[in-house]
């Protein structure tokens, strides 16, 4: 399953990118995230970079593993997340920033391939997932600008 967004934001892909990877920002637009412990906090950046994330589902945190797969820093950052309610399954999420007359554009992408009964409620997840990226994206874009 595939989920693919994209969002202009009022402001250089520099400060986006700032935004997107520094901790203290993130906390304004994925209040989800309740934590976010680097396993190594010499390399907390950088590809190959793991991670534990503390994500807060309706009443309970769970724990996502993170692993960075591509670092460009002002251009693309990418991960791959795995546990939590994802169970067996990982998904891959890709940020791309695009320079633009009036900013910058931001492209996400989320992969993620459905195993089980996963399979049958594909459609159903596509659309639930599309809508919360929507709103996260804004957030972002608030934060950013």
Not at 2 to 20: E, G, N
Not at 112 to 119: A, S
Not at 127 to 144: E, P, Y
Request: net charge positive; glycine share 8%; proline share 5%.
């Amino acid at each position: 399953m595939r989920v693919q967004k994209s969002i202009s934001v009022a402001a250089t892909p520099d400060t986006c990118w700032k935004v997107l990877t520094l901790r203290e920002h993130q906390k304004r637009w994925l209040p989800e995230v309740v934590d976010h412990i680097p396993d190594d906090p010499a390399k907390q950046d950088g590809v190959g970079a793991t991670s534990t994330l503390k994500i807060q589902e309706g009443k309970r945190v769970v724990d996502y593993r993170e692993t960075i797969t591509a670092w460009e820093p002002g251009r693309v950052l990418a991960i791959r997340l795995s546990g939590g309610s994802l169970g067996k399954m990982t998904m891959d999420v890709t940020y791309r920033f695009v320079p633009e007359a009036n900013g910058t554009r931001l492209d996400y992408e989320a992969d993620m391939e459905m195993k089980g009964l996963f399979i049958l409620l594909a459609p159903l997840f596509k659309i639930i997932s599309g809508s919360k990226v929507g709103g996260t994206l804004a957030r972002f874009a608030q934060a950013a600008e």
